[in-house]
């Protein structure tokens, strides 16, 4: 009796293994992927923002130092 319970038990978490795997593969037939342009230039994008975020926050600390500098006369 206990085997038969550990056997159905083993069973169903196989079932369950299973249908998950099989759900993550029908979903991912469903996804439609960029094309190899699209993917270039929201790299590209997305690199020129950064270099533009940096170059602001260097220069907000360039500022914000010389006018520590300044009030501090270090």
Known sequence: MAEEVKSSKLATTS??????FKDIISELK????PTRVQVVKNTITVLIAC???GAI????????????????KI
């Open 15 to 20: 079932n369950k293994f299973s249908k998950f």
């Open 51 to 53: 270099f533009i975020i």
């Open 30 to 33: 469903k996804v439609v992927w």
């Open 57 to 72: 926050i260097w220069l907000a600390d360039a500022g914000f130092g010389q006018l520590r500098n300044l009030v501090f």
